[in-house]
């Protein structure tokens, strides 16, 4: 189920006839002959909570009026799905092209991968004549990525069509080509649907319909050592003939900059490991290709992984199962995260207590170890210390709340929270209390009945507040109790991984975390049948992993914070030179207005905002600062 449509193009595509009745929804007609008196059936899904039996039709085999019945009833259903399953895609609009396009049979114009393309999209501008068509990355830095983006909009079938690159790049500077393929994607409570753009596809070939527009991305990468200077590769689309239809220059231009990520400000999505129907090899293999991801979209940080076990006691010493703990952090440290790691959907220990309330698992645990709750807690944890320091693990942020919205739940809750806090007193380094929820210190709530009152409380006893919903007064308190905030949902685009990121950082907060990097509601390559409507970063192929273009705009984002992190520290490095007197004072009047630009929580971008003029911007600041060989 992992790889069903997959290949499949849903553009013009009825969702009935492609998608339902191949695969979800296959009538199954069997024959049985039976001298018992009831008849049972078994029905298995992919995976839990993957399927629900919508009816099962039983009559004689020789009723004609019952088998025409039920046809009848499938016909009904169907069109009570189309009736649902709307598309609601404006059709596109009438296009008069440009003359010097017309011989073509297309017009291409040049995007950023921030601009929403549809396969209904036509130019807002008038595009730059054929032969005046470019693409640019006029700002790149050393050891960073970046995207240059086009638009084909085909007026009549074109076939099929090669891509490639050519010219020469040079060993240090290389570059990736994708095509974007779309995908049905709707909101919540809903089956009506729109086609929007998805994952990001090897491009070496692409089939242009008439009247039908694709994306194409070009993702370059430059190496720390990356000579500076300006490369002209160019972008070809052939025919199948072999006849080029289409040749874009692209001009790359890298800066004497070379981009610092070494921030202790932790960035990263929930969720980790691949899911187990890969197989166990395959599933690991497809966890450090995970890991390989993440670093390239300039993630330092993950979340989730795998958890430990408290299979019982012997003599009041408890007896762990600790899985494949051990291999996963070795990975980890393999591809350089090393930074702390957020427990949120996975490196938890099981059986010592009951999701995030000790629950029934006090009891239980009393009676095996022979010991009172709190001293066999404190001892299950001291051995995991003891091994976690042999095999060199890292620091988890151990999830103790998620968004609690019960007074009762709340109150169990807190209690866990402070048995927990122990633990985190004695081993710091091993282990750290946080939470998810979203809290205000604005009011103080006397009620116990609000909500309000028990996150206050949660916020006062765990180390690490993740929190949704914050502002000025969150960030004061936790100054004041020396708590760290982290933060987490706030938006899956450049400005929330860039400059709001920044931002924060700046004003306090500690790490980020964003839902969700591979979650499966449903069907990867069909959002109509999932729980919920699609939030991942990332769709397993068969080949390997698809990055989505929701993905790639929050790597431009990370990058964008990468690079106010360079300047940051260039500046730290200059302000004992005085040669670069006027330079610092330039750079940190820059850095002082982009804080100021964005609110606390202001998950909108502010008035003018301007991501490439502000990278160009960045890199004329770093530049003056200091030049890189």
């Known amino acids: 189920h992992l790889w069903r449509f997959e290949d499949v193009d849903p553009v013009g595509a009825d969702i009935w006839d492609t998608y339902i009745i191949p695969e979800i929804c296959r009538p199954v007609a069997v024959t ?54 709307a598309c609601l895609d404006a059709p596109a609009k009438a296009y008069d092209p440009p003359r010097a396009w017309q011989p073509l049979g297309m017009v291409a114009w040049p995007l950023t991968i921030e601009d929403a393309i549809t396969p209904a999209s036509l130019p807002t501008d008038v595009p730059p004549a054929p ?12 050891g960073e990525y970046e995207p240059a983006s086009l638009a084909i909009r085909p007026l009549r079938d074109l076939g099929p069509c090669s891509l490639a690159l050519t010219g020469d790049l040079g060993e240090d500077l290389t570059a990736a080509l994708d095509l974007v393929h779309c995908n049905t994607s709707r909101g919540f409570n809903s089956l009506a649907y729109r086609i929007r753009p998805h994952t990001l596809r090897p491009g070496a070939a692409v089939d242009l319909k008439a009247h039908v527009t694709r994306q194409l991305v070009v ?3 430059t190496r720390p050592e990356t000579p500076p200077g300006t490369r002209r ?51 690991w293999a497809a966890f450090e290709e995970t890991l390989l991801l993440l670093r390239s979209h300039g993630m330092n940080a993950v979340s989730g992984g795998p958890n430990w076990r408290l299979k019982g006691w012997e003599n009041g010493r408890p007896v762990l199962d600790l899985g494949e703990a051990d291999r996963f952090f070795a990975l980890l440290r393999k591809h350089g995260f090393e930074h702390p790691i957020n427990g949120y959907g996975g490196c938890r220990f099981l059986g010592l207590h009951d999701g995030y309330r000790k629950g029934a698992a006090t009891s239980r645990v009393e009676k095996e170890s022979g010991l009172p709750y709190e001293e066999a807690f404190l001892r299950a944890w001291q051995a995991i210390n003891e091994h976690a320091s ?12 998620d968004e609690t919205r019960v007074r009762s739940v709340a109150e169990a809750e807190l209690e866990f929270m402070k048995t927990m806090a122990e633990i985190s007193r004695r081993w710091p380094d091993r282990v750290r209390a946080s939470g998810s929820y979203s809290v205000t210190f604005e009011r103080s709530p006397r009620d116990e009945d609000d909500l309000l009152h028990w996150h206050q409380e949660f916020f006062r006893v765990l180390d690490i507040s993740s929190l949704n919903n914050h502002d000025a007064s969150v960030l004061e308190e936790a100054r004041r109790l020396g708590r760290e905030i982290h933060i987490y949902n706030q938006g899956r685009d450049r400005y929330s ?29 069909f959002d109509l049948d999932g729980r919920e409507p699609d939030t991942a970063m990332l769709c397993y192929g068969r080949e390997g992993i698809y990055p989505t273009l929701d993905f790639e705009r929050c790597r431009e984002g990370a990058e964008d914070f990468h690079l106010l992190h360079t300047l940051s520290q260039r500046l730290e490095a200059a302000r004992r030179q005085p040669e670069r007197a006027a330079a610092v004072r330039q750079g940190q009047a820059l850095l002082q207005r982009l804080e100021s630009s964005v609110g606390v929580n202001r998950r909108t971008p502010p008035a003018g905002y301007d991501p490439m003029a502000l990278k160009e911007e960045l890199v004329r600041a770093c530049a003056a600062l200091a030049e890189d060989r």
Do not use: S
């Open 219 to 221: 993702t370059f990468h």
């Open 131 to 142: 032969g005046e068509l470019r693409l640019a990355c006029a700002a790149m830095v050393r």
């Open 233 to 283: 590769p160019h972008l070809q689309l052939r025919n199948a003939a072999g006849a080029v239809l289409l040749d874009v220059p692209i001009e790359v231009t890298v800066h004497p900059v070379v981009l610092d990520r070494d921030t202790p400000f932790l960035m990263g999505f929930f969720g980790l490991m691949p899911p187990g129907e890969l197989g166990p090899e395959r599933q």
């Open 390 to 401: 042999r095999q060199h693990w890292p620091t988890v942020f151990y999830a103790m709340c």
């Open 497 to 525: 991984f860039g400059l709001y990121q920044w931002a924060e950082q700046a004003k306090g907060v500690r790490a980020r975390w964003q839902w969700h990097l591979n979650i499966l509601h449903g069907y990867q390559f």
């Open 32 to 85: 049985v002959e039976t001298a018992r008196p009831e008849l049972v059936f078994r029905f298995d899904a992919d995976q839990v909570w993957a399927c629900k039996l919508a009816a099962l039709a039983l009559h004689p085999v020789a009723d004609a009026a019952a088998a025409d019945w039920l046809a009848g009833q499938l016909e009904a259903v169907a069109g009570e799905f189309r009736g649902r399953a």
